[in-house]
């Protein structure tokens, strides 16, 4: 009886073999985009092309490689066969204030802003995202809520990484319909050596059922695949990575690793990820040099082992320069990689001589792609101006290395130069006349006020109550319409500004520099919520007279606790206007308006600067952080002398 | 006392006029100033002012 049993087990147990068997169904399913390589996850699309970043692997929260996001916004979309309801991330190395948004599918939205992050602990220099609408799904009064995309603004170079997201696999569709959960084990065995390599696969079962469990789960798909690899190691996959070439990535690396003592990717070494030196000496020289039993050939490539200390070395964050070094010397290395068989043709006396030589090939490279983009564009001189006037535009090229290759010892010299031009646009009247026309169709086209239409006439039948409701009325329906603008409108506004000229505004109508105070204030206002992308604080900065576009950050501060940069932001273009009308030479910024705005205030009531001082917000490390450079400029002509004078006063006394 | 006191008074005022231009520059530099910049500037320029007539006789 008991040897029937058996053999009915062992019948059963063949039958489950020859035919697999649905046994779980998996609802949840989580997918992962580790930033391995630049094959994203199909879920998911990236906007703006980031690069994958392999050179900070394991610092600012991140786990191997991750994705490099540099100044502007990506946008992270998830395909529509799939209703997401879980999604966390990090962003690391953070230096300036940043945003994330959410996109959902009933076409709402939700942004976190966050600060820059803490500098000096780089091990926790990062941010968790988190957005899960699975508890909020599961009851069942709600409307269920799915995100369909995130946004991610920056304005400085940062990371993200541990990115993953979940989805119900019952609903969705096309590739990602999977329902079935079957369980096989494979083993593949590569081998190689230095002429052949071959490749073999068996195959086994195991009735083990995999279930998808809530938790964080390494692998994204229900089929589990045990791999031996060329050294005898073993590692689970997913039939989803062993189709998307998981496998022959992995097995790249860890070759990779033995050739180069890089644990990367082909792909990753072709970009230059991998530090590579080729040393190519003459024959005697290398042996003499190296002592080495094996024969080496000129063409051999050597891996420098600096590259494991350098990613060990403890972290130091990368100031602008030092990344352009860094990407200097990828590009440098990758060059190097591509003249690899045409340098074999050459010999070199030593390593820095050849290394001369890829750096000189890129020059030259550059030199002629710079030639190529130059385009001789023929000038017509229709109608010659009487006056002439030169245009000024400052064009500061700073930090500019030259570096001089010299012939006889081999010596270079790095000199900076720096290339001053100097143009400025001074606008003709007619000019004048058209940029204000731009100016006001701009604003009517954008601009639409809810305020009935009234015409001059019957405004001069108004009584002086009736003339300051209909001014109110119109003001507060401006500063309405003006608050729901676009930050995109807002600025294309700006820029119809910026080449009229603030000071040149006392051609348009009084309505149109209300209008244009009103969208200068809704400027600033944005620059508090929300991160401006560079061209558009550049927009704003140039509308405020600033030279330096982090004062326009700086003001979004000040006026939040600063009532006369609050009232000079208010009344910024009103007292341009004004002080344009006066045929001054000298340009009007906001810190001329802010100190005429504080010597009202000085002179209504003396004794409040120093009643209204708040001690407490006093901090004496950063007294001079809440002033913008125009500002600090304005002070140091008026206190200097003042110091200068009693100085003076002091020893005339002594002499007398 | 009383005596002393206006006396005092007296110095005060010519001290301060003595001061006069220092004081422009100085309530010119306030205002030419924000955030705490001015706040400090503020409270500096009064507080020294304060001490300096205190000590007429002390510095005398």
Not at chain 1, 616 to 634: F, R
Request: aromatic share 8%.
């Amino acid at each position: 009886m008991l040897s029937k049993l058996n053999s009915l087990l062992r019948i059963t147990c063949v039958l489950f073999l020859i035919a697999p068997t649905s046994i779980a169904i998996a609802d949840e399913v989580w997918e992962w985009e580790r930033f391995e390589d630049n094959t994203f996850e199909s879920a998911i699309s990236i906007s703006n092309n980031p690069s994958i970043y392999c050179n900070e692997e394991n610092q600012y929260g991140t786990k191997g490689c991750s994705l490099a996001l540099n100044n502007g916004t990506y946008t992270f979309t998830f395909s529509t066969d799939i209703q997401v309801y879980e999604v966390a991330f990090l962003v690391g190395a953070v230096n300036n204030s940043y945003s994330v948004t959410w996109y959902y599918a009933d076409n709402t939205s939700e942004t976190e802003n966050k600060s820059g992050q803490d500098s000096s602990d780089f091990a926790n220099m990062y941010d968790d995202f988190y957005k899960s609408f699975t508890d909020y799904n599961a009851v069942e009064e709600n409307t269920d809520k799915y995100i369909t995309a995130f946004d991610v603004v920056l304005t400085d170079i940062s990371l993200l990484d541990t990115l993953y997201w979940q989805y119900d696999d019952s609903t969705a569709t096309g590739n990602f319909a999977t329902t079935t959960t079957t369980s096989s084990t494979t083993s593949s065995t590569t081998t190689s050596s230095t002429t052949t390599s071959s490749t073999t696969t068996t195959s086994t079962t195991t009735t083990t059922t995999v279930y998808v469990a809530p938790p964080p789960p390494t692998t994204t798909t229900t089929t589990l695949y045990v791999v031996v690899m060329a050294d005898g190691t073993e590692s689970e996959y997913t039939e989803t990575e062993v189709n998307d070439g998981t496998i022959e990535r992995d097995q790249e690396r860890i070759d990779n690793e033995t050739e180069f003592g890089c644990f990367m990717t082909n792909a990753q070494i072709e970009r230059g990820d991998c530090i590579i030196i080729i040393e190519v000496y003459e024959e005697e020289d290398y042996e003499e040099e190296y002592d080495t039993e094996e024969e080496l050939f000129n063409d051999v490539v050597v891996v420098d082992k600096v590259e494991d200390e350098f990613i060990e070395e403890e972290f130091v964050e990368l100031t602008e320069q030092e990344i352009k070094e860094l990407e200097k010397e990828m590009e440098f290395e990758v060059k190097e990689l591509e003249l690899k068989e045409q340098i074999e043709f050459f010999e070199f006396d030593s390593e820095e001589e050849a290394k001369e030589f890829v750096e000189t090939f890129i020059e030259i490279e550059e030199f002629l792609e710079e030639l190529e983009e130059i385009e001789v564009e023929e000038i017509v001189f229709e109608d010659i101006p009487k006056d002439i006037i030169i245009e000024i535009e400052d064009e500061i090229i700073e930090d500019e290395l030259v570096e001089e290759v010299f012939t006889d010892e081999s010596e270079a010299e790095t000199e900076v130069q720096e290339q001053v031009v100097e143009e400025e646009v001074e606008l003709t009247e007619e000019e004048i006349k058209v940029e204000v026309a731009e100016l006001e169709e701009v604003i009517e086209e954008i601009i639409v006020i809810d305020i009935p239409e009234v015409t001059e006439e019957e405004i001069e039948e108004y009584t002086e109550e009736e003339l300051i409701d209909y001014e109110e009325a119109k003001e507060e329906a401006i500063e309405e319409f003006v608050e729901e603008l676009e930050t995109e409108e807002v600025v294309q506004i700006l820029e119809e500004i910026n080449d009229v000229g603030v000071e040149n505004l006392a051609e348009v109508s009084q309505e149109v520099i209300e209008v244009v105070a009103q969208v200068v204030e809704e400027a600033i206002t944005i620059a508090q919520e929300e991160v401006l992308t560079e061209e558009q604080t550049e927009v704003v900065a140039e509308v405020l007279g600033f030279t330096e576009t982090e004062d326009v950050q700086i003001v979004a501060e000040a006026i939040k606790t600063d009532e006369n940069v609050a009232q000079a932001v208010d009344e910024f273009v009103e007292r341009a206007v004004e002080f344009a009308k006066n045929d001054s030479d000298q340009e009007f910024t906001l810190a001329d308006a802010t100190t005429e705005i504080a010597f009202e205030s000085f002179v209504a009531s003396p004794v409040s600067v120093i009643i209204d001082i708040d001690l407490d917000a006093i901090n004496l490390n950063n007294i001079a952080n809440d002033m913008t450079t125009d500002q600090k400029e304005k002070a140091q002509e008026v206190i200097v002398p003042t110091i200068l004078v009693r100085i003076v006063s002091f020893a005339m006394r002594r002499f007398d | 006392m009383i005596n002393k006191l206006w006396s005092w008074l007296i110095q005060a005022v010519k001290e301060t006029l003595n001061l006069a231009w220092t004081l422009v520059g100085l309530v010119i530099a306030t205002l030419t100033l924000t955030g705490q910049a001015q706040q400090i500037t503020a409270i500096a320029t009064v507080i020294t002012l304060a001490i300096w007539l205190l000590t007429i006789g002390f510095r005398k």
